[in-house]
């Protein structure tokens, strides 16, 4: 058989609102860090070093700011990541690998098997998803964040046992991504009956 290498992504269609999220959290994360600042340097000093309280309320009052501004900076931090991903799915001979990127930049390995792993694959919304869907030692794994598919694409899912774990991965791809894994897949019946 031919060597077949095969990219594709499931990239954002309101690339605006993304962005506007992830710059909000990103800004509310360094507004946090920042408070931390004057709180320690203008506000504490003035009972900081007041004879009249103790060690321990000088600890609280103290520390808890701190760790509230802290925590709040390095939740929103983390958190804007979640608005601006896309997904890349690539085929190579038979092995198939998904990826997570933020921001167009940085990007995650996310899961590798082989196509012979897959034990079905079908379009979203048949009996099969929602059987698979349904069932709870099944890990679902949704690879876009599109409410929509993109022009010439379409909402499939994917269903592979990997390292004894199954998993229910929703993609949104092309026909032609499908075509390409169903080609090394050795299984008979792996084709959702509603698509066939």
Same mark, same amino acid.
């Given at each position: #058989? ?23 959290? &990103?800004?509310?994360?360094? %507004?946090?860090?920042?408070?931390? &600042? ?16 103790? *060690? ?35 085929? %190579? ?12 930049? @940085?990007?995650?390995?996310?899961? @590798? ?17 929602? *059987? ?5 030692? %099944? ?10 598919? &993109? ?6 899912? #994917? %269903? ?10 929703? *993609? ?25």
């Amino acid at each position: #058989m031919r060597e077949i290498f095969y990219e594709e992504s499931s990239t954002l269609i309101d690339f605006k609102s993304a962005s506007f999220k992830y710059n909000f959290f &990103a800004g509310f994360a360094i %507004v946090a860090f920042l408070l931390n &600042a004057p709180w320690l340097f203008v506000f504490a000093p003035g009972w900081l070093f007041d004879a009249k309280i103790s *060690l321990f309320l000088k600890i609280v009052l103290g520390g808890i700011p701190v760790v509230i501004f802290t925590l709040i900076g390095i939740f929103s931090w983390k958190y804007k990541n979640k608005f601006f991903v896309e997904y890349d799915y690539v085929f %190579v001979n038979g092995s198939i690998r998904f990826s997570k990127v933020i921001k167009q930049k @940085k990007r995650q390995f996310i899961i @590798k098997f082989e196509a012979s792993d897959i034990e079905k694959i079908g379009k979203i919304g048949s009996k099969s998803f929602y *059987l698979y869907a349904n069932r709870e030692n %099944v890990l679902t794994h949704v690879l876009t964040k599109n409410e929509y598919p &993109a022009d010439g694409k379409d909402f499939f899912y #994917m %269903v592979a046992t990997v390292n004894t774990d199954t998993y229910l991965f929703v *993609l949104e791809c092309t026909e032609k991504f499908i075509s390409n894994v169903l080609q090394y897949s050795r299984r008979s019946g792996i084709l959702d009956e509603e698509i066939k």
